[in-house]
Structure formats: structure tokens, C-alpha cells
């Protein structure tokens, strides 16, 4: 369970990096990156950074390639904005939960296409 100031910190740097990714970063990978989850360490050392990008398979190994590139960058930045002793470390991820619920999503709609509810009326 995160604290009240993990909460907050997660808050201000999701913010400030959708901010900074939308302003000042001028690498064309990270084009169509959208930051969907941040959760902080509890000790506010290391940011887990979620994200999200439209496009194929390809297209998601370049977005991480740029953020893991640019994280220097972005921490430095982030430092500036941030007031905490240390700015925690930006680790990137890629959020898979909308693949997620595209796929259950997916296997509802073959179920109801291949078992109909029954209303307990007769077929016939």
C-alpha cells in the first residue's frame, strides 16, 4: 500500500514527465508515448514509469529504447521541478494492460457468440 507522499511524489512526476515528453523532448520515437502509471519506491529511490504507444511491436521496442536513452535527460530535468534530496531513478516500462483487456475483451465476445444466454424460454 502506498503512503500519502509516495502518492503525491508518483503524482508530480507522472506530470512532469508528460509535460516535459510532450515539450521538450524532440526524439521522434517518443512521438505517440503516453505515461499511464507511475509508482515510487518507499524509500522514493527508484520510479516505476508506465507507458503506452500506438503502433505495432517495432514501434514499442523504439519508444523504450528512446525513454531508456532520454532518462538521463528526463531525471535531470525532473530534478529541477522536483523538490526532494535525491529524484528517484526513472525505470520504463511498457503498461500491457489495455492489450490486457483488448484480450478479454476478445474471448467475452467469442463466448457470446457461441453460447447464447439462455432466458429460459424454449428455442422452439
Same mark, same amino acid.
Not at 511524489?9 to 521538450?24: G, W
Not at 490486457?100 to 453460447?115: C, F, H, K, N, P
Given at each position: 500500500? $502506498?503512503? &500519502?507522499?509516495?502518492? &503525491?511524489?508518483?503524482?508530480?512526476?507522472?506530470?512532469?514527465?508528460?509535460?516535459?515528453?510532450?515539450?521538450?523532448?524532440?526524439?521522434?520515437?517518443?512521438?505517440?508515448?503516453?505515461?499511464?502509471?507511475?509508482?515510487?519506491?518507499?524509500?522514493?529511490?527508484?520510479? &516505476?514509469?508506465?507507458?503506452?504507444?500506438?503502433?505495432?511491436? $517495432?514501434? &514499442?521496442?523504439?519508444?523504450?529504447?528512446?525513454?531508456?536513452? $532520454?532518462?538521463?535527460?528526463?531525471?535531470?530535468?525532473?530534478? $529541477?521541478?522536483?523538490?526532494?534530496?535525491?529524484?528517484?531513478?526513472?525505470?520504463?516500462?511498457?503498461?500491457?494492460?489495455?492489450?490486457?483487456?483488448?484480450?478479454?475483451?476478445?474471448?467475452?465476445?467469442?463466448?457470446?457468440?457461441?453460447?447464447?444466454?439462455?432466458?429460459?424460454?424454449?428455442?422452439?
Amino acid at each position: 500500500m $502506498a503512503t &500519502r507522499r509516495q502518492r &503525491r511524489v508518483a503524482e508530480q512526476i507522472h506530470r512532469d514527465l508528460s509535460l516535459l515528453l510532450m515539450r521538450e523532448v524532440r526524439d521522434p520515437r517518443l512521438g505517440d508515448v503516453t505515461i499511464t502509471e507511475v509508482r515510487v519506491t518507499p524509500d522514493l529511490l527508484i520510479a &516505476r514509469i508506465f507507458f503506452t504507444v500506438l503502433g505495432n511491436d $517495432a514501434e &514499442r521496442k523504439e519508444a523504450q529504447a528512446g525513454l531508456d536513452s $532520454a532518462a538521463g535527460f528526463l531525471r535531470s530535468q525532473l530534478a $529541477a521541478q522536483l523538490r526532494l534530496r535525491t529524484v528517484p531513478e526513472l525505470i520504463f516500462e511498457l503498461d500491457r494492460s489495455a492489450e490486457y483487456g483488448q484480450r478479454i475483451e476478445e474471448l467475452l465476445s467469442q463466448i457470446a457468440l457461441e453460447d447464447p444466454v439462455e432466458d429460459g424460454s424454449d428455442p422452439e
